[in-house]
């Protein structure tokens, strides 16, 4: 099983983008940017919202790699940045400004798509976050196997979050969501500093 599948790097992956995307963070800006929609309307935005968020990550983690080669960017240089751009994430959801919902956008946007699906969803983070993992892989089937399952595992939880928002919403309460925003924050800064730490290592080593 260990020759497809690598249970320590669906695990990091994992992690790291439950994190950054934070299922339970995202149900109050759900219920804001919906609240004018009936309950079909609604599910379909959820689906709408996790497909757009998808594709757009699938995107950047098969084409992200051919994009650096062509400009000349290596994998510490990623790393470095990924951990910034991580940090910033993490003092937005520290400081409570990813609570705030972002207006939907000019009349006839689908708030699903935009600002939902990207970049709330499918922000910096996540697509730096998964370049990374792509760049740090073997390349092998098991870490394919193992990121692409860890990816439809997070988009599984924020389709589920958003699905069943209003019961979430209603277990946890508001200070129950805010209170996991604040400890996701403080998880995403950790792994920004590593991000950091280990890019900063590479630099060092090659040089």
């Known amino acids: 099983m260990s020759e497809i599948f690598d249970l320590r790097l669906f695990s990091e992956v994992f992690i790291t983008l439950f994190v950054i995307m934070d299922p339970p963070g995202v149900v109050p800006i759900f219920l804001a940017l919906t609240s004018t929609l009936t309950r079909a309307q609604r599910n379909r935005s959820a689906r709408q919202a996790v497909l ?8 950047f983690a098969v084409f992200g790699q051919q994009l650096l080669s ?3 960017i ?9 951990g910034l ?14 609570e705030e919902p972002q207006p939907s956008g000019a009349k006839g946007v689908n708030a699903a798509i935009v600002p939902l699906g990207t970049p709330l969803l499918a922000g910096p983070g996540a697509i730096v976050a998964t370049m990374v993992f792509v760049q740090g ?10 990121i692409t399952l860890a990816l439809l595992a997070v988009h599984v939880c924020l389709f589920l979050a958003m699905r069943f928002a209003n ?10 969501t805010i209170l996991i925003s604040r400890i996701a924050g403080l998880l995403l800064a950790a792994i920004a500093v590593q991000l950091v730490a280990d890019a900063v290592i590479a630099f060092v080593a090659s040089a």
């Open 52 to 59: 757009v968020a998808l594709g757009v990550i699938v995107a």
């Open 70 to 72: 062509y400009m000349h």
């Open 74 to 82: 290596s994998l510490p240089a990623l790393q470095a940045s990924g």
């Open 85 to 98: 751009l991580l940090l910033l994430v993490a003092m937005e959801l520290l400081t409570g400004k990813m």
């Open 137 to 146: 892989s073997d390349g092998d089937a098991s870490s394919w196997v193992s």
């Open 167 to 176: 019961v979430v919403h209603r277990v946890l309460g508001d200070s129950g």
